[in-house]
């Protein structure tokens, strides 16, 4: 069955927020992949970064995201996500990868320090966004099964982009 949709995208791009709102919309479940992380392993995200390293926490989520088994739940993963090969092709078996695509511009804004987020850097040399978002992207563009913009847009109204999206893209 893929009746669940999984959210991905750069950090601040909505998919949490969003995910609770698409979620109720459609009268599914939402499961947010960070907090489930954090209370498997009872440390929050950026304690899991700095004990384990980027790598150490790749695999962790990796470990987590493989795992996931739902139906009819929306997917919320977090931005590192896509780091992982195995957990990216089990969650495309679950229902479509739809990317939240914002612009650099717009995550400036929303994201005026994301120094205290949890964020996972694989090379630690990068330590601004745009040196983030520009290792990502590509990432992003090549596991989405669906690309929805959501610069500029209320979260309720993205929510109604990503269902007009997902349109015939859901079975059970």
């Known amino acids: 069955m893929k009746d669940n949709i999984i959210l991905i995208g750069m950090p601040g791009a909505g998919k949490s927020t969003l995910g ?9 479940d939402f499961i947010d992949a960070d907090l489930l992380i954090q209370q498997q392993n009872d440390k929050t ?5 700095d004990s384990l390293g ?3 926490f790749i695999e962790v989520e990796n470990q987590v995201l493989s795992n ?25 078996t679950l229902g479509p990868i ?22 996972v ?8 966004l745009e040196a983030l978002y520009d290792e990502r992207l590509p990432l992003y ?16 109204e993205a929510a109604r ?3 007009a999206a997902l349109e015939g893209k859901l079975t059970d």
């Open 20 to 28: 609770v709102v698409l979620a109720k919309m459609m009268n599914y």
């Open 45 to 49: 995200l950026q304690r899991l970064i």
């Open 54 to 56: 980027p790598d150490g």
């Open 68 to 92: 996931i088994r739902c139906e009819r739940t929306v997917l919320s993963t977090g931005g590192s996500a896509v780091y992982s090969d195995e957990a990216m092709a089990h969650l495309a």
């Open 98 to 119: 739809v990317y939240l695509e914002t612009s650099l511009d717009e995550l400036k804004v929303r994201l005026a320090d994301f120094s205290d987020r949890g964020v």
């Open 121 to 128: 850097m694989r090379d630690t040399s990068i330590a601004s």
């Open 141 to 156: 563009e090549r596991y989405a099964e669906v690309t929805v913009n959501v610069d500029g847009l209320a979260i309720t």
């Open 161 to 163: 982009k990503v269902v």
